[in-house]
């Protein structure tokens, strides 16, 4: 047979899988708790050696559906498939995955080595000493801690046990590797780091990565995909530039970066092309997101780097008053206020315009933003 492995994880779970398809599915999952539906009718497909984040909200469904990946939940409808094997009905420790958990779980009164080791150690048929030590060592080198093996966990630093929560994770060579917030208890320095090591880790392992956050940077700088979800379901899957550039909804354009959004009614429509008027009473020309119909109740969307201020009117340009200015060193956020369309985000870099450095709170500016910049959304 071409393109077949066996996969072997325990005496359970043991199949030939073709190496081209997914690495797991979901196949109409929800999950109900009592009258809560918590998860509602996905379909989702996971690519191998992909790292895919589920991002939302709290309360949107996320971590339910990362539990059902790892066996810890059972769909109250639909089919989990790893390997184009159902595992539904399978135990967490009968399927070829492993999880970091938010607060790391990890064994105080035990080594950073016997940590790793303990996964290896339950195996079966058992593995000979020298093979356990060998795979921790090994380990211990690809995430940076080979000094640390004798270290008790109440001696290492955040970041350090973030680091044996992985290596415990990934010796055991799972198929899914799924994380459930493991940087949120990390001030923001450290997992920008973690950030930057995590991906450089998954890409030397090529190891499938499942990660659950509700931070928006962090699903941004670390995935091949984004699955942005509400009340249980997906609403839009995509890359993270496709997400951003491209929001199917005012919902995703909100929650995946930064947006301003002034709300009218379409006017006209050609093509790709849509003209809406506004609370100011003039009209404006954007790209539609998707079909629009002239007299529907839409928005625009334009992000904050995307708006151009001057301190000298230019044609075309509104009028604003400055709100707010905050220095964050590479830019300046400024908040501006329009009289009709109300207050509006501007992120100019640092040697946008030299002009603008004297502008204070209360001061006059203009600005403008190019008619490919904006988004007509749906208010949904």
Known sequence: MNNVKTIT???????????TGPVAELRGVSKNYDDVQAVKNIDLSIAPGEFLSFLGPSGCGKTTALRMLAGFETPSEGTVLIDSKDV??????????????QSYALFPHLTVGQNIAYGLKQQRPKLARGVIADKVQR??????????QDRRI?????????????????????????????????????????????QDLQRQLGITFVLVTHDQEEALSLSDRIC???????????????????????????????????????????????????????????????????????????????????????AGSLNVTIQNRIFLGEHTE??????????????????????LDALQKGDTAWIHWNPDAALILKNT
């Not at 994880?9 to 190496?19: H, I, K, M």
Request: net charge negative.
């Open 88 to 101: 539904s009905g399978f135990e967490a420790y009968q399927r070829p995955v492993n999880m970091v958990f």
């Open 139 to 148: 380990v211990l080198e690809t995430v940076r801690l080979n000094e640390f």
């Open 154 to 198: 109440w001696e290492m630093s955040g970041g350090q046990q973030q680091r044996v929560a992985l290596a415990r994770a990934i010796v055991n060579e799972p198929k899914l590797l799924l994380l459930d917030e493991p940087l949120a208890a990390l001030d923001r320095k450290l997992r920008k780091e973690m950030q930057i090591e995590l």
């Open 9 to 19: 994880t325990n005496d359970e779970y043991t199949q030939e899988v073709s190496a």
């Open 228 to 314: 942005v979800m509400r009340a249980g379901e997906i609403v839009q899957v995509g890359t993270p530039r496709d997400l951003y550039d491209h929001p199917q909804s005012r919902y995703v354009a909100d929650f995946v970066g930064t947006s301003n959004f002034f709300e009218g009614q379409i006017t006209t429509v050609e093509g790709k092309t849509g003209r809406i008027s506004l609370a100011d009473g003039e009209t404006y020309d954007a790209v539609c997101s998707e079909v629009m119909s002239v007299g529907e109740a839409a928005c625009v969307s334009i992000r904050p780097e995307q708006v151009r201020m001057s301190s000298a009117q230019a």
């Open 334 to 355: 400024y908040l501006v206020r329009h009289a009709q369309l109300g207050n509006i985000a501007v992120m100019t870099p640092r040697q946008s315009d030299n002009s």
